[in-house]
């Protein structure tokens, strides 16, 4: 059976065990025992959490686990040197090495990102590619896959992370099984943006927000004023007036970047034909979507599938 270990360190952020929890749910969903779980620490012993509480925990021993992941810290500070040992010897020994949010700093720390593609929480990319410049940091992304090692984005995209590694390990449906027991509202793939325009309009009102949720989910439709007003239950002029106070855009801008969005999701993460991505995400046409990304990106849709294959390899 697989193991999966987490290390922790005193003051790591409770969100870590959402990932963990991907994991159990995997062998609940399944009734099998797929993964046998660990929570290490450099001692062993009850670690404290950044909000308090403590968790039970096992010393570091010796590397050999088949999954390694390493926690994040809310306030950090340099790794004790027996975690840096443990994640370096780990590297050699274990199939998949991973970090969630600012657990990047320990796997940075050790050498493990020289040379690689790597994320962590936005709030901190700056400041470790500043620290260790030989990392290729991938700042938007949820999760980086870059051989044997894993990092992902902060907080909930563990839970991503984790459901990637469930995925390679048996499969897309056992994964959205996982996911459906997590009730999650979808799955994020490792390519998406950390920031999602979407979430950046942050509407006041539930009419605002139900009309933006239609509009994301049928961007092929026309998604007129009109279209939107009905959804919100409010007359065009009203909707126009609340959409605009509530998000300082406009709906036809707003709805031109939730498209843009999709689209480059669709180029970075998939084969489609750029025809076919500009039909499937409202575009109507090649040329209206390379309008459109010259217009916001300064590159043609080409230029972006190009560049997401460069950094794959």
């Given at each position: 059976?697989?193991?999966?270990?987490?290390?922790?360190?005193?003051?790591?952020?409770?969100?870590?065990?959402?990932?963990?929890?991907?994991?159990?749910?995997?062998?609940?969903?399944?009734?099998?025992?797929?993964?046998?779980?660990?929570?290490?620490?450099?001692?062993?012993?009850?670690?404290?959490?950044?909000?308090?509480?403590?968790?039970?925990?096992?010393?570091?021993?010796?590397?050999?686990?088949?999954?390694?992941?390493?926690?994040?810290?809310?306030?950090?500070?340099?790794?004790?040197?027996?975690?840096?040992?443990?994640?370096?010897?780990?590297?050699?020994?274990?199939?998949?090495?991973?970090?969630?949010?600012?657990?990047?700093?320990?796997?940075?720390?050790?050498?493990?990102?020289?040379?690689?593609?790597?994320?962590?929480?936005?709030?901190?990319?700056?400041?470790?590619?500043?620290?260790?410049?030989?990392?290729?940091?991938?700042?938007?992304?949820?999760?980086?896959?870059?051989?044997?090692?894993?990092?992902?984005?902060?907080?909930?995209?563990?839970?991503?992370?984790?459901?990637?590694?469930?995925?390679?390990?048996h499969g897309p449906e056992l994964t959205r099984l996982v996911a459906q027991n997590l009730v999650l509202y979808h799955r994020r793939a490792g390519g998406q943006l950390q920031h999602s325009n979407l979430l950046m309009l942050e509407p006041k009102s539930d009419r605002i927000q139900k009309a933006l949720t239609y509009a994301a989910q049928n961007l092929r439709s026309k998604l007129t004023v009109e279209e939107l007003a009905q959804v919100a239950n409010l007359s065009p002029r009203?909707?126009?007036?609340?959409?605009?106070?509530?998000?300082?855009?406009?709906?036809?801008?707003?709805?031109?970047?939730?498209?843009?969005?999709?689209?480059?999701?669709?180029?970075?993460?998939?084969?489609?034909?750029?025809?076919?991505?500009?039909?499937?995400?409202?575009?109507?046409?090649?040329?209206?979507?390379?309008?459109?990304?010259?217009?916001?990106?300064?590159?043609?849709?080409?230029?972006?599938?190009?560049?997401?294959?460069?950094?794959?390899?």
């Amino acid at each position: 059976m697989p193991s999966v270990a987490i290390v922790l360190q005193p003051g790591f952020q409770m969100m870590c065990f959402a990932a963990i929890s991907a994991f159990e749910i995997a062998n609940f969903a399944s009734r099998e025992a797929l993964y046998e779980l660990t929570i290490l620490s450099e001692n062993g012993g009850p670690v404290a959490s950044s909000l308090g509480p403590t968790v039970d925990t096992q010393p570091l021993g010796e590397a050999g686990y088949d999954t390694v992941i390493v926690g994040g810290l809310l306030t950090l500070r340099a790794t004790p040197k027996p975690i840096i040992d443990f994640m370096i010897e780990s590297e050699k020994t274990s199939r998949r090495v991973a970090s969630i949010c600012t657990g990047a700093f320990v796997l940075a720390e050790a050498g493990l990102l020289d040379g690689r593609r790597a994320t962590t929480h936005w709030f901190y990319a700056r400041d470790l590619q500043s620290r260790f410049p030989k990392i290729r940091i991938d700042e938007d992304r949820i999760f980086v896959v870059d051989g044997v090692i894993w990092t992902s984005a902060g907080m909930t995209a563990g839970i991503d992370l984790a459901l990637g590694m469930i995925e390679n390990d048996h499969g897309p449906e056992l994964t959205r099984l996982v996911a459906q027991n997590l009730v999650l509202y979808h799955r994020r793939a490792g390519g998406q943006l950390q920031h999602s325009n979407l979430l950046m309009l942050e509407p006041k009102s539930d009419r605002i927000q139900k009309a933006l949720t239609y509009a994301a989910q049928n961007l092929r439709s026309k998604l007129t004023v009109e279209e939107l007003a009905q959804v919100a239950n409010l007359s065009p002029r009203q909707f126009s007036r609340a959409f605009r106070a509530e998000t300082g855009q406009t709906p036809a801008r707003a709805i031109e970047n939730l498209r843009l969005e999709a689209a480059r999701l669709m180029l970075e993460q998939s084969r489609h034909p750029i025809d076919t991505v500009a039909v499937e995400t409202g575009f109507s046409g090649r040329e209206r979507l390379r309008r459109a990304y010259l217009r916001t990106d300064g590159r043609p849709p080409q230029a972006i599938r190009r560049a997401a294959r460069a950094s794959e390899q």
